[in-house]
Every structure is written in C-alpha cells, then in structure tokens.
C-alpha cells in the first residue's frame, strides 16, 4: 500500500535536501557518468516502504530505472538484494538519503512489529497500533504495522469514538454516556464506541451500555484483566483492547488473559530504523 499523501511527503522531503542543488554531485560528479546501485539491509528484518523508496528514485529523475526483487511484509536478512537502481550517477546519489529514509524508517516499524506479534502468537489476541505516530506519516506508518503483522487501530478521531479519562471528566453518569452513544450510533451508524476504563469497577458500569463495542483496559495487571475477561462472559462485545505499561517480555502473559487486543504505542513513535544501505557501482561502459 502507498499512502495517499506520500507523493507530497517525497517532495517535501526531497525540497528540504536538495534545497538549491546537490552541490556534492554537481561539482564532483560527472554529468553523462552512469552508475548503479543495489538496495540491501545489513541486518535482518521486515520490509516496509519499498515502493515508496522506488518512487524518490523516480521523483529525482524519471529516466531512472529500478527493478524491485523484494517486498513490503517479507523477512529479509543481511546482503538480500531489495532492489536495484540503474542510471545517472548523479540522480542516484540524490535520491539515496530520502529514499533510505523512508524505507529504514518503516522496515524498522514492520520489524519491531513482527517482533512483539510473534511474542503472542501462541494466543488469540491480536497487536494493535496506536495515533502516536509521525505527523503527516500515519498512513505509511500504519502500513508498516500490517506489513509486521500487526492490526491498525483508528486510523485518526473520525473512525471511532474513543472516550478517555479525560473525555469522561467533562460530564458526568452513565445515562450521559448512553445518551450520547445513541446520538452518534444515529447519526454516524459506522462508527464504533471505545470506552476507557482504569478499574474493574467502571467495567462493570460500562457493560451495562449499549452500543459500546470495545472497552479499553488501561494500565491494569494481568489479574484485572482476566476479571474483566470473566466479566464479560460469552457476550461477543465489547471487545476488550489492553494498553499500557506492556512491553515485549510482559505481553506474552497479558495475551494469555483472554483480551482480544493490546495496543502498543511504542510500535510508531520508538522503533529503530532498519539498517539498509546503497551498494554503488559506476555501470560498464
């Protein structure tokens, strides 16, 4: 998938490198010379932005040509040739950073997700994102969670009703929160109702509402959440997502409750890149 925007963000990107010229190239580098590259990660990992990597390539100079032999969503190790790039030497060298960029920050993104689905593979519970991601890259950054494995959450405040602590605070009682459930499930029939919940205690209020479809069970031990868990019962909703305080070595056990979901916000806003780089070569003549 390529984002709607990423056409935008490759020319935002490549204004604010290229500024009034690669004075590098321009003076150092022949103008006829031609090279080529092949694109390789120098660790194993996850792919992610491939085909935006390949689009910087092109948006640099359209008479490149690039041939892409791997693709987002698939394990790479080190040395496995992703793609490779034929042409001006000069548009080459120009393009590598912002297309590295892309592409090391999401593979990093997919890599760290792969890592934490497979910490609860073994259970039913499915590894949400959250919005914490880079601003103007959610979409691209949301693709990288799926290319690792993971689930998208709400994609932004349109798509589903997330009522926090903070929300909760504004007025009071649950006949306001029912009342205000059966406006927006009128009005807006598609979207869902996420309540926040930081006790046992307001799970059980909130499984008194209709139309809730999730109940997020915010920072709550894996005791807590398996009440919540038996609380619920056999109903099919809502489904209980889990957040907060959850890292790689505490969500096996967390998974193991019987929750549908855990959130990990550290999926977007604190992965490492993926180490991949350009192996250049100046073409035969």
Same mark, same amino acid.
């Given at each position: 998938?390529?984002?709607?925007n990423?056409d935008?963000?490759i020319? =935002?990107?490549?204004?604010e490198? /290229?500024?009034?010229?690669? %004075?590098?190239? #321009?003076? /150092?580098i ?12 120098r660790?194993?990992?996850?792919l992610?932005?491939?085909?935006? !990597?390949?689009?910087v /390539?092109?948006?640099?100079d359209?008479t490149?040509h690039?041939?892409?032999y ?7 190790g &080190?040395?496995? *040739? ?5 042409g ?12 590295l #960029? /892309?592409i090391?920050?999401?593979s990093?993104? &997919?890599?760290?997700?792969r890592?934490?689905?497979?910490? *609860?593979s073994?259970?039913?519970?499915r590894? =949400?994102d ?9 979409l691209?950054?949301k693709? !990288? ?20 602590? #903070? ?20 009005e ?5 109702v996420?309540?926040?919940a930081d006790k =046992?205690e ?6 008194t509402?209709?139309? %809730?479809?999730?109940? =997020?069970?915010?920072n709550?031990?894996p005791d807590?959440?398996?009440? &919540?868990?038996q609380l619920r ?5 809502p489904?209980l997502e889990?957040?907060?305080?959850i890292?790689?070595e505490?969500?096996?056990a !967390?998974?193991?409750t019987g929750?549908d979901? *855990? ?18 070569? *100046?073409?035969s003549?």
């Open positions: 998938m390529v984002s709607d990423v935008e963000l020319q =935002l990107a490549l204004a490198d /290229f500024g009034e010229g690669d %004075v590098t190239s #321009n003076y /150092f022949p103008e006829h010379l031609r090279a080529r590259a092949v694109l390789s990660p660790t194993k990992g996850v992610s932005g491939v085909d935006v !990597a390949a689009r /390539f092109k948006a640099v359209p490149l690039t041939e892409i791997l693709h987002d969503g698939e394990a790479v &080190a040395g496995a *040739i992703v793609m490779l790039i034929e001006s030497a000069r548009s080459i060298l120009g393009a590598e950073r912002t297309a #960029n /892309f090391q920050r999401l990093g993104i &997919a890599t760290m997700t890592r934490y689905v497979k910490a *609860i073994h259970t039913r519970c590894l =949400l959250t919005r914490k991601t880079t601003p103007g890259y959610r691209l950054e693709a !990288a969670v799926r290319h690792g494995g993971g689930v998208n959450h709400r994609m932004g405040l349109y798509d589903r009703a997330m009522v926090k602590d #903070n929300h909760l605070t504004t007025q009071g009682g649950l006949g306001h929160l029912q009342t205000c459930i059966f406006k927006l499930k009128a807006k029939p598609d979207v869902e996420e309540l926040e =046992l307001q799970v059980v209020s909130f499984l509402l209709e139309g %809730v479809d999730y109940i =997020l069970l915010d709550m031990s807590q959440m398996r009440q &919540a868990v019962g056999s109903r099919a909703t489904l889990a957040s907060g305080g890292t790689l505490t969500a096996p !967390a998974a193991e929750v979901f *855990i959130s990990f916000g550290i999926l977007t806003h604190s992965a490492p890149s993926l180490d991949l780089g350009l192996d250049f070569s *100046i073409a003549r």
